[in-house]
């Protein structure tokens, strides 16, 4: 069965009910594989899972030249996102260092256009928010970009609400990007009710809860060097243990069901609004077709009561990131 559509925002922006997270076809979990990650990519066309995920600092800069080369001749058949907003020199990411300056975002743009290999790019978010740069002048900055016929809608990744409202009322803002799902409910109380009452739609990246949620995790130690998971805090020590623990329950829905556990996660999130489209990120085929079959997984009110009761906001153990990392999130 094909994948629904959903509207992003009020400016019309409609794409997959699921998307692509595409971050991991290049870097941060495991060796790169750019063969399956390209049929990768015309297997999500091909189920009608046309939103694709990627930033300039993925790579840093080959995530979206993968992009540019495995969407020859199929630009007009997909919905691309890419970011903006982190320092990079000489091919390299400076540490956390910001840059959303208006020359910087008009600079990155100009460069995501060039390794997309298109002459438009459909959602451009801002990665973090710049503590430097007022939202206002970023706002402004992509509107002009909009006006230029070289972005068609704007976004923010892991913004706050003051920002949210800040940015929204220079340039309409069609979606956020943050962390969320079952395992991480940190948007609950007061980002989701800004983004329904401004209409704007949310995209949870990480939506399978960094592999909790599909049971198919190791302990941190257990990953290669280089592997992001090494670093995690919650697939650290007594936090693994307790982690493991916490997900039993989406692991015994799924069994009910006959499903794959992270199909259950993805389709609480699908049942959670019909503005929230995820991006579960996966660079093989077999994993793309279970997260989109999770499409048509129905879960009752009494499966959702189970879900939502157990794996409550705090039940997780563990920061969602180390302090480094922590530091840019606009909370």
């Known amino acids: 069965m094909a994948l629904s559509k959903r509207k992003l925002g009020r400016q019309g922006l409609e794409v997959s009910a699921i998307g692509l997270g595409c971050m991991g076809m290049s870097q941060s979990y495991g060796p790169a594989d750019e063969g399956e990650s390209i049929a990768t ?137 943050s962390e969320y799902s079952l395992w991480e409910r940190n948007l609950e109380s007061d980002v989701i009710p800004v983004l329904r009452e401004l209409g704007i739609g949310l995209v949870p990246f990480s939506p399978l809860g960094r592999g909790f949620l599909t049971g198919d995790v190791k302990r941190s130690e257990e990953y290669p060097e280089g592997d992001y998971r090494r670093m995690d805090p919650r697939y650290q020590g007594a936090n693994f243990d307790a982690n493991m623990s916490a997900a039993q329950v989406v692991r015994d829905v799924a069994a009910a069901r006959r499903v794959k556990p992270g199909q259950v996660a993805l389709a609480w999130l699908l049942h959670k609004g019909h503005d929230i489209v995820p991006i579960p990120g996966t660079k093989r085929r077999k994993y793309l077709e279970e997260n989109v079959a999770a499409g048509a997984i129905p879960l009752d009110a009494e499966e959702m009561r189970r879900l939502d009761t157990v794996l409550a906001p705090g039940t997780v153990s563990g920061k969602r990131y180390p302090d480094f990392i922590m530091a840019t999130i606009d909370r």
């Open 41 to 177: 990519l015309h297997r999500a066309i091909d189920l009608g899972c046309n939103f694709f995920d990627t930033a300039e600092v993925y790579g840093p800069l080959t995530n979206e030249a993968l992009l540019g080369r495995a969407l020859e001749g199929r630009r007009t058949e997909v919905v691309i996102a890419t970011k903006f907003g982190f320092r990079i020199k000489d091919g390299k990411q400076v540490g956390v260092e910001r840059a959303s300056r208006p020359e910087d975002i008009r600079h990155a743009v100009e460069g995501s256009l060039r390794r997309l290999e298109t002459d438009y790019i459909d959602l451009l978010y801002q990665h973090r928010v710049d503590p430097a740069v007022p939202i206002e002048d970023v706002a402004g900055t992509v509107g002009d970009l909009v006006r230029q016929g070289k972005v068609r809608f704007f976004g923010l990744s892991e913004a706050g609400v003051a920002n949210i409202r800040r940015a929204h009322a220079v340039h309409p803002v069609s979606a956020v990007q």
